[in-house]
Structure formats: C-alpha cells, structure tokens
C-alpha cells in the first residue's frame, strides 16, 4: 500500500489516524479511538488489508 499514517487527536481528545498519499492527498480518516493503542492496532488491521 503506498502512503503514509498519521497518527493525531481530534479536537475531542480522542486518537484517530489519516492515511496520505505520497502527493499529501487525505485519501482516508479513521474512526475515533479511545486510546494511542487502539489507533495504532487500527492501522495495524488496515495494513494487513494489502
């Protein structure tokens, strides 16, 4: 899968994560997560998806 992560907090504090292009694109946005560890396994699962 070509692009990059990006791990953030929304403005309700809660972690959620952007997948980039390599142009800079948002090409998609996550749900809301309760914790780093969550988001994280997130885009874990989203990877094993390629």
Do not use: N
Not at 22 to 41: H, I
């Amino acid at each position: 899968m070509a692009g990059k992560f990006e791990l953030f907090v929304d403005a309700r504090e809660r972690y959620r994560f952007r997948l980039k292009a390599a142009d800079g694109t948002v090409m998609a946005v996550s749900k809301d997560f309760e914790t780093k560890r969550a988001a994280v396994v997130g885009i874990r699962e989203v990877r094993e998806w390629d």
